[in-house]
Each structure stands twice: as C-alpha cells, then as structure tokens.
C-alpha cells in the first residue's frame, strides 16, 4: 500500500490532504469483501459495496470511494504486467488501453478521450516503431517541432496535442516531460471572431425550419455553445425565472444565462412534443437517458424521469459508446451544423457562419447595447475577462466615434 501511495503523490492523482481518505476507502472495500488487498474483486462486489455506502454516505464520498477502488485496480494491473517484454505493436496497444481507463478514472469527457487518442496514433505514426518504454523528453519535443513546421499546425492545436502527450507520459508511462524549451513552437495569431448583424441573424433564421430553427435561435438568444445546447434537460429550464442553467459547461462549470421571452411559447410547443417521445419510450421500456456521474448508480430510474430527459432528443435509439446500452440520445451535432451551413449559403451571407458564430452575435450584440463587460462575461461562462474582451474589437459602438475620411 505504501507503493501505491507513493504512486498517487507522484503522479498529482490525489491531493496529500486527501490521501488518507483514498486508501480508507480501499481497506474497507476489501474487508467488506473479507479480502486482503491485491486480491482479484468483482465488479459485483464493486457495485455492492457502493450501494451499501450510499445508506449512510453522502454521494461524493461514494464516488471518492469508487474512484480509490478503481486506481487501486488500475495500479495492481499495471504493476503485474512486464509490458516491456512484448512486442511494439502489443506495447502500443496496452499502453492505449491504459490511457483510456485512465482518461475514464480522471472523468475526461467523451469528446477529450476521442481527441487524445487521436493525438497517441499521430504521435506513435510520428515515432515509426519505437518503444512507448523508451520515450523521453526529446520525443516530444521533435513532435510539436514537427507538427510546427511539417503540418503548420495552430498554436492551440499544437498545445492540444502537448496536453495529450503530457497525460500519456504523466498517468500511463510514469515519466516526467523535463525540458522542451528547444521545440519550434507555431506562432499564435490573433483572429477576431467571425459576426453577423442583427439583419444577417434574421436572414439566416429565415432559412431555418423547425428544430434546427428552434434550437439556433436559443444559440443567438442565450449565448451557448452547440454542446451546452445539446446537452440541456427539461429541468434546466425555468419559464417562471426566464433564465436557463448551463451544467457542466466548458471547464466543468455551471452557470446561468438568460432565456429569451419571444422563445418561451415556441420553446413549451416543443416540449409536447418530446414529451410524447418520451412516453413512448416508456411504453417500450427504453433505458433512460444517460445520467452524469455518480447518479445512475445512485439513481437508477432517475434516467427515466420527465425532469432529465433531453431538450433537444434524436429521432432514433442508439449505442452508448461506453456503456454499449441502447439509449436516446440527444441529437448528433453534425445535425445543426449541416443546417447553418447550407441555410448561411441560401441566405447569401459572405462571411464564414459557423454553429459558434451566433454565440459571438450574442456577445457582441449586448456589448453593444450598452451591457457591461463583466455582466457578458457571466452569461458566456468566461473564466477571464480577457477572454470576453476581444469582442470590444468587432463592437461597432467601441470604435469611439471615429469616422473615414473618405465619408
């Protein structure tokens, strides 16, 4: 156990504060069992001991529990196994393995888990057979130096892929990223954001029908990010209050924006009509909805309350990619994206209008009606002010007045 802790502190998995709380949790999990730590459990045994904490535990205690049994795991499986003894190929494969139960164990999201993958089969095509055992230091910085000047990558798209080969290094190899400074970085440019004017929003709607309309108007009306609209549940939204609550946003944050009166009556028609889904899901006997967290272990039919179903569910039932449970989904992305993009080009709009392009409207609209910068820092979820100011740079009324001389 002691190695284990020592594993814990050095790779920042668990804060020294709360350490002993983690292996607390493992030494009960194991004499609930009547086994001796390292012995092989269940997943049943796992589930049982879970369900008998949440009797008298608070839900983030068991999933603190739940969490120090799974790492737990995770490090007497990689401890057993003499990965440096197969061949490249089979090395590769269990070190992405280990990565994505990794990424699972930290509660990195679907779309970060599919990003970083992606990440480790470039760096490994970069790497031509290496050994994942054998990196160091100077592998990494020959790869942004590449993804630099070989494929003129962005500066963020270059930090992407650091963050993704530092969480290998860091959480699967149990190395260190020493010293990268010699690597070319790509140079950042400042790009201001892509706006339409009000007349340009309307036009665009016009082109919109339906669900696709609906849901970009709550885009434009709300400030939201196309997953931040995706992912909304009936009980997010609060008709009396006028306000709509983004859970889990960007940086896993919540927060409140506004909802838009002129959206109210089109907004409680739709409704109906998922609620008539919704009933014939539980005519069928569906599994419900997907449910963050702890909360389907804790909650097991909340999936198929009225209050967490999706505003916005997809037509059709589909495979949930980690559980591999048949389920409805919200609608896929691809699907409002498609949309704006032909109803941009119908419209005869000559800027480039993306999805994201009607949350920058939103901002710098309120920016110019006289709103307060920190007040739309709010409502867009911005960590940083600075963040929020770039939109004084596409704000007509901050341009101080000034006029041509050519008028």
């Known amino acids: 156990m002691e190695d284990f802790k020592t594993y814990l502190l050095s790779k920042n998995i668990v804060p020294e504060t709360k350490l002993v709380y983690y292996i607390s949790w493992i030494t009960q999990f194991y004499a609930f069992c009547g086994k001796n730590p390292g012995d092989d459990v269940s997943s049943e045994e796992i589930a049982s001991f879970l ?4 009797k008298s535990r608070e839900d983030w205690q068991v999933d603190q529990a739940n969490e120090a049994i799974q790492l737990y795991l995770y490090y007497n499986q990689r401890k057993c196994q003499n990965k440096a003894d197969l061949g490249t190929n089979t090395q590769w494969k269990a070190v992405a393995q280990d990565m994505i ?5 930290k509660h990195r999201s679907l779309n970060t888990e599919k990003t970083y993958m992606g990440w480790l089969r470039s760096f490994y095509r970069f790497l031509n057979g290496q050994s994942p055992y054998a ?3 100077s592998h990494v910085k020959d790869f942004l130096s590449y993804l630099a000047v070989e494929r003129n990558v962005s500066s963020s798209t270059q930090n992407q892929a650091f963050n993704a080969i530092l969480f290998l290094f860091r959480y699967v190899l149990d190395k260190n990223i020493d010293d990268i400074t010699g690597a070319i970085r790509a140079s950042k440019k400042r790009r201001l954001p892509v706006v339409l004017t009000k007349q340009e929003i309307f036009r665009l709607f016009d082109h919109l029908n339906g669900t696709g309309l609906l849901m970009s108007r709550l885009l434009y009306g709300c400030g939201l990010r196309l997953r931040e609209c995706l992912k909304l549940r009936i009980k997010d939204i609060d ?3 006028g306000c709509l609550t983004v859970r889990a946003g960007k940086g896993d944050k919540d927060r409140e924006t506004v909802l838009p009166e002129s959206l109210k009556n089109d907004l409680r028609k739709h409704l109906e009509k998922v609620r008539n889904l919704f009933e014939k899901d539980r005519r069928d006997n569906v599994a419900g909805v997907e449910l963050p967290g702890a909360l389907e272990r804790k909650y097991p039919n909340a999936g198929k309350e009225w209050s967490w179903q999706w505003v916005f569910p997809s037509k059709w039932l589909s495979v949930d990619p980690r559980t591999r449970q048949i389920r409805r ?13 032909q109803a941009a080009i119908e419209a ?5 209008v993306t999805v994201h392009t009607l949350r920058h409207s939103f901002a710098t609209h309120l920016l110019e009606k006289g709103y307060d910068i920190r007040t739309i820092q709010e409502l867009l979820g911005h960590t940083s002010v ?11 009324k901050n341009k101080l007045g000034v006029k041509s001389p050519l008028d």
């Open 239 to 241: 008709f009396e209050r």
């Open 51 to 54: 369900k008998h904490l949440t």
């Open 101 to 105: 139960r990794m990424l699972r164990l």
């Open 386 to 396: 600075q963040t929020t100011m770039i939109y004084t740079h596409v704000a007509t």
């Open 135 to 137: 990196l160091d230091s």
């Open 348 to 352: 005869g709009l000559t800027k480039r």
């Open 329 to 341: 989904h919200h609608i896929h992305p691809n699907n409002l994206q498609k949309q704006i993009k």
